[in-house]
């Protein structure tokens, strides 16, 4: 049964459509050229622009009356290039540690509430990890996110606690508090260890991945079946993953300290 395609919303496919026409045009625009590209009534055309100023992917100039894009998709253009970049550097030393290990080796990224496989290098082993690159996860869901969720700036972590953890329930409460405590072990071992949080019969260890000014990055992680993880082992990865992390973090920009 041919499943059933979700109706578009009209409005936001009028907005998408002139902000469409504002980015592929080379110069500034008025509302009136804008109305008549998109085939918009000027009023439709001049509620759609003010709405994209006052959130910030439009920019109007009062002296021309000329509207063009703003700042804000500069910014998620930088973002999308810098992941991207990320993981083509991270790639040849994914490689090398999967060489090493004979595990599965993830690069994740924090993308709002969640912690997104940006990267992945196979298991040379018949059994492996079965993830998919895009893939999006809890920040509070396993090693990849956790190394992320712990390492974010205070402000980020508490927005995270009280606009996603927090639904309203004493458990959403008590996963803030698992949250925190996690957080705070996290951040003094330097790295985070899961069993089966997101898949079955996976475990994981991560570290996070630092950058310019010692922001967070994401997070780099080597992960197996959980008969494979075992104590003897995980004593193996851990120095190993934390001195690659580190390397990594330097190489990104991040100084030599960032990872004890």
Same mark, same amino acid.
Request: proline share 5%; aromatic share 8%; hydrophobic share 40%.
């Given at each position: ?71 804000? $998709?500069?910014?998620?253009?930088s973002?999308?290039? !810098?992941?991207?970049? %990320?993981?083509?550097?991270? @790639?040849? =030393?994914?490689? &090398? ?9 993830h ?25 998919r ?39 959403? $409460? ?7 405590? !996690?957080?705070?072990? %996290?951040?003094?071992?330097? @790295?985070? =260890?899961?069993? &089966? ?12 991945i ?34 690659t ?16």
């Amino acid at each position: 049964m041919e499943r059933k395609k979700t109706p578009a919303l009209k409005t936001v496919e009028k907005a998408l459509g002139v902000l469409d026409i504002l980015g592929e045009t080379p110069k500034p625009m008025t509302a009136s050229e804008v109305a008549k590209k998109a085939e918009l009534p000027i009023s439709t055309a001049y509620k759609i622009l003010s709405t994209l100023v006052d959130q910030g992917y439009a920019e109007f100039e009062e002296s021309t009356k000329f509207y063009q894009t703003g700042t804000k $998709l500069l910014r998620f253009a930088s973002n999308i290039r !810098q992941q991207r970049s %990320i993981g083509v550097l991270a @790639y040849p =030393i994914m490689l &090398e540690l999967a060489e090493k290990t004979k595990e599965t080796v993830h690069l994740g990224a924090p993308h709002g509430y969640f912690g997104v496989f940006l990267e992945k290098v196979n298991s040379p082993m018949t059994v492996g990890v079965q993830t998919r690159v895009g893939t999006r996860i809890p920040l509070n869901k396993g090693a990849t996110a956790k190394a992320i969720m712990a390492f974010l700036p205070e402000v980020s972590f508490e927005d995270f606690c009280n606009n996603f953890l927090d639904d309203g329930t004493a458990e959403g $409460l008590h996963a803030i508090d698992v949250a925190k405590e !996690q957080r705070k072990q %996290i951040r003094e071992d330097g @790295y985070a =260890i899961t069993f &089966e949080e997101v898949n079955p019969n996976v475990a994981a260890v991560a570290v996070p991945i630092f950058g310019f000014n010692n922001s967070l990055v994401g997070s780099m992680a080597i992960a197996g079946p959980c008969e494979r993880f075992t104590a003897e082992k995980i004593e193996t990865y851990i120095p190993l993953l934390k001195k690659t992390g580190k390397a990594f973090s330097e190489q990104l920009g991040a100084t030599p300290d960032i990872i004890d």
